[in-house]
């Protein structure tokens, strides 16, 4: 997939680790022109009427790489819902931006859907949390499995899952989304599964040889979890405990996927099937 355009390849990736907030664009048509509004996410409520100054990161990469300038229209959103167009005001190496008007507007599905994705390589996991904030998923929740191929804990793990929730964030100043999803704290299965058996969801997981499919079920009516398995797959044993929590098997055809294939091709089925395509 290209790099230009609302579509970001791959290597998007490796900017979001450099910078907290990456600027994407929403564009809007202007009689015969194409005005490109920068769009930026602000980690505190907004109000109207206010002024309020950009983060450090963000006011650098967008008065030395956008060129933004006095006066420049930009939207700003804090993950409550809606977005407010501002007015750009630079002083020296910082960026105010001052609240002029309010849009409700939102794109959320109406399938509220948590990702449950086993602990795959780093740069897999980057590229999971992007695309699935794009494709609409609401919570993220990351997990160790027996075949995780890498281990985190303690500091290391936080540090981890910051750098995705700043990739869950970059992806909502792409894609237009003005909630941000949830990244929650890794958690290992067995001590997911207990608290997910407890969970009022539909619960799913992808599991090879599985004879249901997503076309033959019902739109739910209640959130849906999707347990999604590292490389090389769950053990059987893990299998079993999923079941036993309440999860599904579900197929996704006669091809192998891999896992960074496997959640995101599902997740595009059930927005196809029960979301808002």
């Not at 079920?217 to 398995?229: E, F, H, N, R, T």
């Amino acid at each position: 997939m290209g790099g230009a355009g609302p579509f970001a390849s791959s290597g998007a990736i490796e900017g979001e680790r450099f910078h907290n907030v990456v600027w994407l664009a929403e564009a809007k048509s202007v009689g015969d022109n194409r005005c490109m509004i920068p769009r930026f996410f602000c980690p505190f409520p907004l109000h109207p009427g206010a002024t309020v100054e950009l983060a450090a990161e963000t006011a650098h990469h967008a008065l030395k790489v956008l060129r933004v300038g006095a006066g420049d229209t930009a939207t700003l959103f804090d993950g409550r819902g809606g977005q407010w167009r501002a007015r750009l005001n630079p002083a020296g190496k910082s960026l105010r931006a001052t609240l002029e008007e309010f849009d409700d507007s939102d794109c959320e599905p109406p399938l509220a859907l948590t990702l449950v994705q086993a602990l795959a390589a780093s740069d897999k996991m980057d590229f999971v949390v992007q695309k699935a904030v794009e494709l609409g998923v609401q919570h993220i929740q990351p997990v160790a499995a027996k075949r995780s191929v890498i281990r985190l804990a303690g500091e290391r793990a936080e540090r981890r899952v910051e750098h995705w929730r700043n990739i869950a964030i970059a992806a909502c100043e792409q894609c237009g989304r003005n909630r941000v999803p949830s990244v929650a704290p890794i958690l290992d299965l067995p001590q997911y599964l207990g608290l997910a058996a407890q969970d009022n969801a539909i619960r799913f997981v992808c599991a090879p040889g599985a004879t249901g499919f997503l076309r033959d079920l019902a739109a739910p009516a209640l959130p849906v979890s999707l347990l999604i398995g590292p490389e090389g797959g769950f053990e059987e044993g893990e299998l079993l405990a999923a079941r036993a929590a309440g999860f599904k098997p579900i197929g996704l055809g006669p091809r192998i996927l891999r896992t960074e294939t496997a959640g995101l091709g599902a997740v595009a089925a059930m927005m196809a099937l029960w979301g808002d395509w």
